[in-house]
């Protein structure tokens, strides 16, 4: 089963600085049909213009990844990490057991992210924050696992949840498969370009909810980038 949900069905509010589109159901938008997926909670396609971004607020009990998808996102938080994410690249935040954390665009420009929350598993823990490039030429063709729960993804920022979350980029007419387990979740998202999925065509910022599909069959229409979150329920 692949539900399609198209980016002008979406939730969201543009604040000025902030242009907001929900997956699921998220802050002022309640949808009670899109109230996450397997495991995953939020996905936000955030457009945050140029010297502006989230001041200082709380989290705990979530794991937070930010796909950068253009211009950069500069993070500072309560344990007194600091670090600038650019785009291509991923931060993954753990807020455990609790965590203060500010992100701002201090580019000259707009600054385009996913914000991804799943569910945590396990007992809860101290919270923590790290980031890594993951350059595009090295999922150029297939994907690769940005953040795991699980140990042999060695080369992955690590999360405390039973889910991995994968990047490809695939040239117009190329195609790679995916691989999902018995009672797995799926959700992909194109962060640019177009595909089409087990026959299906997504376009940029659509998402793939995917269910008792053992085999993803994934190709590019245009060129692409995409998102795959794999998460159990």
Same mark, same amino acid.
Request: charge should be negative.
């Given at each position: 089963?692949?539900?399609?949900? @198209?980016?002008?069905?979406?939730?969201?509010?543009?604040?000025?600085?902030?242009?907001?589109? #929900? #997956?699921?159901?998220? *802050?002022?938008?309640?949808?009670?049909? @899109?109230?996450?997926?397997?495991?995953?909670? &939020? $996905?936000?396609?955030?457009?945050?213009?140029? +010297?502006?971004?989230?001041? *200082?607020?709380? #989290?705990?009990?979530? /794991?937070?990844?930010?796909? &950068?998808?253009?211009?950069?996102?500069?993070?500072?938080?309560?344990?007194?990490?600091?670090?600038?994410? /650019?785009? +291509?690249?991923? %931060?993954?935040?753990?807020?455990?057991?609790? !965590?203060? #954390?500010?992100?701002?665009?201090?580019?000259?420009?707009?600054?385009? !992210?996913? %914000?991804? $929350?799943?569910?945590?598993?396990?007992? @809860?823990?101290?919270?923590?924050?790290?980031?890594?490039?993951?350059?595009?030429? /090295?999922?150029?063709?297939?994907? &690769?696992?940005?953040?795991?729960?699980?140990?042999?993804?060695?080369?992955?920022?690590? !999360?405390?949840?039973?889910? @991995?979350?994968?990047?490809?980029?695939?040239?117009?007419?190329?195609?790679?498969?995916?691989?999902? +387990?018995?009672?797995?979740?799926?959700?992909? &998202?194109?962060?640019?370009?177009?595909?089409?999925?087990?026959?299906?065509?997504?376009?940029?910022?659509?998402?793939?909810? !995917?269910?008792?599909?053992?085999?993803?069959?994934?190709?590019?229409?245009?060129?692409? /980038?995409?998102?795959?979150?794999?998460? *159990?329920?």
């Amino acid at each position: 089963m692949i539900d399609i949900r @198209r980016f002008n069905t979406l939730g969201g509010a543009n604040h000025g600085w902030l242009d907001a589109k #929900h #997956h699921f159901s998220f *802050a002022s938008y309640h949808d009670p049909k @899109r109230m996450g997926w397997g495991a995953l909670r &939020v $996905w936000n396609d955030d457009t945050i213009a140029a +010297g502006t971004g989230f001041p *200082a607020h709380p #989290h705990s009990d979530m /794991e937070i990844i930010t796909y &950068v998808r253009e211009g950069a996102i500069t993070h500072e938080d309560s344990l007194g990490n600091k670090g600038r994410t /650019e785009a +291509g690249d991923v %931060q993954v935040m753990s807020a455990g057991t609790g !965590i203060r #954390h500010a992100e701002y665009n201090a580019e000259p420009d707009a600054t385009r !992210i996913f %914000q991804i $929350w799943i569910i945590p598993d396990g007992e @809860r823990a101290a919270p923590s924050w790290g980031t890594r490039p993951f350059p595009k030429g /090295e999922r150029s063709g297939h994907f &690769v696992t940005l953040a795991s729960g699980f140990d042999s993804d060695t080369d992955a920022l690590p !999360i405390r949840t039973d889910a @991995r979350v994968l990047g490809a980029s695939l040239k117009a007419g190329e195609s790679t498969e995916y691989t999902l +387990g018995d009672g797995r979740f799926a959700y992909m &998202v194109p962060a640019a370009g177009a595909v089409e999925i087990n026959g299906q065509a997504l376009g940029k910022g659509d998402g793939a909810a !995917i269910r008792e599909e053992r085999v993803l069959r994934i190709t590019a229409t245009e060129d692409a /980038e995409l998102v795959l979150v794999d998460t *159990a329920a």
